[in-house]
Structure formats: C-alpha cells, structure tokens
C-alpha cells in the first residue's frame, strides 16, 4: 500500500511520544500527583482561563512539568519517519503533540495542530521568542518592547485551533490515497478531528495498544512505532538493491 501509493498522509500519535521517554500526561497515577502537586489538573492549568487569571502557576507547571522534557532527544520512530519521508514513502506528518519532534528529527513537511513549545509570542504586539527565553527565568516571561506576558504558541485547553492550521490539514488529508495513522487509534483526538476530510480508501494503523476501532483499518498492525516503521526501512532498501 504504501509502495504504490501516491500520497501518504501521517497522523502522528501519542505512543511515538512515549516511545522517546516523553512524559504524557493520561488518566490515573500521573494526573493525580500533578493535582497533589499543583493543586489542579493538569487540564486546568493548561487552560486559556488559568493562563490568564494565573499566569506565575501557569509558568510553574508549564516549566517544570513540559520544558524540563526537551531536553530528551526524539525517539528513533521520529528519525525514521523523517528517512521514509525523505524517501518519498510519506508525504505529510500531521501531529497534535507540542515537542516538535518530528522537525527535530528531521521531517520536513509537518503540520503542528496545536502548536510547538519551541515558538513563544507577545499576544500584545506579536514579538517571537525563542524556548530558552521562557526557561531562564523563573518568573512570567515579559515582552521585552512592551511588557505584556509572553506567551507559548500552543493551543490550550478552551482554545480553538488556528483556522489556517485546520485549513492547511484538511487540504492534505483530502490529498490522500494512504492514511497511515501511527502510535494511536482512529477514536483519538487527533484522529477524529481530521479522518472526516480523508477520501481515500486505504488505512493502516499502528500502534502498541489494541481498540476496537483498528477493525476499521485495511491492515492493523500492533506493534510500537519504532519497530515497525524500521522493518519498513529494511523493506524498502530490499527492494531498492
Ligand atoms: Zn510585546
């Protein structure tokens, strides 16, 4: 499927995040030492609401629990997704996580729906800064020509995603002939926001974890990210000898 197709589409999902040692903040233990830590969730932390009202607690947890993580290296599934696009075996990596792993590791055509930690702005007059200017200083981060909180170019929690970013991954989607959707399952977030633009008729998903919606894939393959797309390599460099 992939070999003959002439447009492949990536959704990138959570597990490739996992994969590379990433914290991922899900339901259960992990949640409930933020709330013991922080005294809320971290879905009420990471929301418009709080980043307006407390804006230190927001810089807090948005320093220690995400910006202490960049500091770990793109996993080896983000360095092979960036060969097989090289390749030309994908054409689009769409992701809705906030690391910009896959530029870090090399992918070129990616849309970030929600944004990267890595862009900061003044919401005031629009001056960028980049990710080094949040994490040294311990306090909020202030527009250095007008003294307004600078603020990460991340989507939050009660935030819509940026119209022109939807426009430009729905334009993908719909140039598709292959949806390969990696490290997540077709009920996701990410999936169910874009497979609606998606008019081809071939899916392959892989992912570790086995849902009830892989039935809807032509081929489901359960198996970390990492794994599976290095065989994929290994195949394609066969039939290149
Ligand atoms: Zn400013």
């Not at 080094?132 to 929690?157: H, W």
């Amino acid at each position: 499927m992939l070999k003959e197709s002439r447009y492949t589409v990536v959704l990138s999902g959570r597990a490739m995040l996992e994969e590379s040692g990433y914290p991922v903040v899900r339901d259960g233990g992990e949640s409930y030492a933020i709330e013991e830590k922080y005294g809320y969730s971290a879905e009420e932390i990471f929301s418009s609401s709080f980043f307006s009202t407390r804006k230190q607690q927001f810089y807090d947890f948005y320093r220690n629990e995400l910006l202490q993580a960049v500091d770990i290296p793109p996993g080896k599934g983000y360095y092979e997704m960036a060969r097989l696009e090289e390749s030309g075996i994908f054409q689009t990596i769409i992701t809705r996580r906030l690391f910009h792993l896959p530029s870090r590791a090399g992918c070129r055509n990616v849309i970030e729906l929600h944004g990267s930690i890595f862009r900061n702005y003044c919401p005031h007059c629009g001056r960028e800064y980049p990710i080094e200017y949040i994490r040294n200083t311990d306090k909020i981060p202030l527009c250095q020509s007008c003294g307004q909180a600078v603020r990460p170019d991340v989507i939050l929690f009660g935030e819509m995603v940026d119209n022109q970013v939807i426009t430009r991954a729905a334009t993908e989607m719909q140039k598709a002939d292959v949806l390969l959707v990696l490290g997540t399952n077709l009920k996701s977030f990410l999936c169910s926001q874009l497979t609606g633009y998606y008019e081809g008729d071939k899916l392959i998903v892989i992912d570790e974890e086995d849902h009830f919606s892989n039935k809807d894939a032509d081929i489901f393959w359960q198996s970390r990210v990492d794994d599976a797309l290095g065989e994929i390599i290994i195949e394609m460099e066969r039939d290149n000898e």
